[in-house]
T-cell receptor
Framework: GAVVSQHPSRVICKSGTSVKIECRSL??????MFWYRQFPKQSLMLMAT?????????EQGVEKDKFLINHASLTLSTLTVASAHPEDSSFYIC???????????FGPGTRLTVL | RKEVEQDPGPFNVPEGATVAFNCTYS??????FFWYRQDCRKEPKLLMS?????NEDGRFTAQLNRASQYISLLIRDSKLSDSATYLC?????????????WGLGTSLAVNP
């Protein structure tokens, strides 16, 4: 089956640090990758959608200069949280699909804690 | 009004019980419907897709009522391993992409 990995699985960092999270599709080519965020006891919220080779489309209320997304290849997308602050602490989950409307396969998530 | 609404629970049931979860969605243009399962501090995993004709996968039965914008999940003969949060998800076409809208989830605890 389709496998998506995320790295790192957990990050603890000081306020002001930039944090980079990688999302890889291991056995398929992902033309589209999605980045979600989930706060404790909240639902998953889509942050942005990225298509390979194009700029990401951000959801309303998500700052593109704060959450930098790069989808440079068909197997890798990265999310960089610029100058992270405690309110950015959350569970970040990526998903990947072969086509923009195809089934999304989820990565295991990255738990970010900003002190 | 939330786009996808679920009773957050928790539902505490004994092993072997039958439990039903309900979900409503607000956007009549929603195209596809799913139930996901999420264990504590893990990513969501697809449990099953939901169709108007209803579908069954072992002990799990899902049903969609488009007229009422209502989705249900029935779990029969609950197992301890069914303890998790069950997420109702609807998919909308957004431009060239498909966007998933997630419910808050219903927490289930199956007790020995």
């Amino acid at each position: 089956g389709a496998v998506v990995s995320q790295h790192p699985s957990r990050v603890i960092c000081k306020s002001g640090t930039s944090v980079k999270i990688e999302c890889r599709s291991l056995d398929f080519q992902a033309t589209t990758m999605f980045w979600y965020r989930q706060f404790p006891k909240q639902s998953l919220m889509l942050m942005a959608t990225s298509n390979e080779g194009s700029k990401a489309t951000y959801e309303q209320g998500v700052e593109k200069d704060k959450f930098l997304i790069n989808h440079a290849s068909l197997t890798l997308s990265t999310l960089t949280v610029a100058s992270a602050h405690p309110e950015d602490s959350s569970f970040y989950i990526c998903s990947a699909s072969q086509g923009a409307r195809d089934t999304q396969y989820f990565g295991p998530g990255t738990r970010l804690t900003v002190l | 009004r939330k786009e996808v609404e679920q009773d957050p629970g928790p539902f505490n049931v004994p092993e072997g019980a039958t439990v039903a979860f309900n979900c409503t969605y607000s956007n009549s243009a929603s195209q596809s419907f799913f139930w996901y399962r999420q264990d504590c501090r893990k990513e969501p995993k697809l449990l099953m897709s939901v169709y108007s004709s209803g579908n069954e996968d072992g002990r799990f039965t899902a049903q969609l009522n488009r007229a009422s914008q209502y989705i249900s999940l029935l779990i029969r003969d609950s197992k301890l391993s069914d303890s998790a949060t069950y997420l109702c998800v609807v998919a909308l076409n957004a431009g060239n992409n498909r966007k998933l809208i997630w419910g808050l989830g219903t927490s289930l605890a199956v007790n020995p």
